[in-house]
């Protein structure tokens, strides 16, 4: 049974930092496809960041040279590094994961999540 636990999420001024952690369990990590998503009061969720099973990554734009996936396989624990961070970055935080996925970034693609994890990013 797949269990993904999202941790490292509270409330940061702007320009600040914080990083996400995901402990997964239940399966081969190394072989699933693991991403970042977010979803704000009123909003749908969008993808963030992923990194598939050969460890290549994508990002949305909007967080490009702000925010660093990575992952541990060793540990099953899949990471978010998130600086610069500003008060639209405020949202629930989920991470996900799947066995293969074409569309790295897109929330349908991913049947398992964990419960989130929230960020708050105050002006």
């Known amino acids: 049974q797949v269990q993904l636990v999202e941790s490292g999420g509270g409330s940061v001024q702007s320009g600040g930092s914080l990083r996400l952690s995901c402990a997964a369990s239940?399966?081969?990590?190394?072989?699933?496809?693991m991403g970042w998503f977010r979803q704000a009061p009123g909003k749908e969720r969008e993808g963030v960041a992923a990194?598939?099973?050969?460890?290549?990554?994508s990002y949305a734009d909007s967080v490009k040279g702000r925010f660093t996936i990575s992952q541990d396989n060793a540990k099953n624990t899949l990471y978010l590094q998130m600086n610069s961070l500003k008060p639209e970055d405020t949202a629930m935080y989920y991470c996900?994961?799947?066995?293969?996925?074409?569309?790295?970034?897109?929330?349908?693609?991913?049947?398992?999540w964990g419960q989130g994890t929230q960020v708050t990013v105050s002006s």
């Open positions: 239940g399966y081969t990590y190394s072989s699933y496809y």
């Open positions: 996900a994961a799947e066995g293969q996925v074409s569309l790295l970034l897109l929330p349908s693609n991913y049947n398992y």
């Open positions: 990194i598939d099973s050969d460890g290549s990554t």
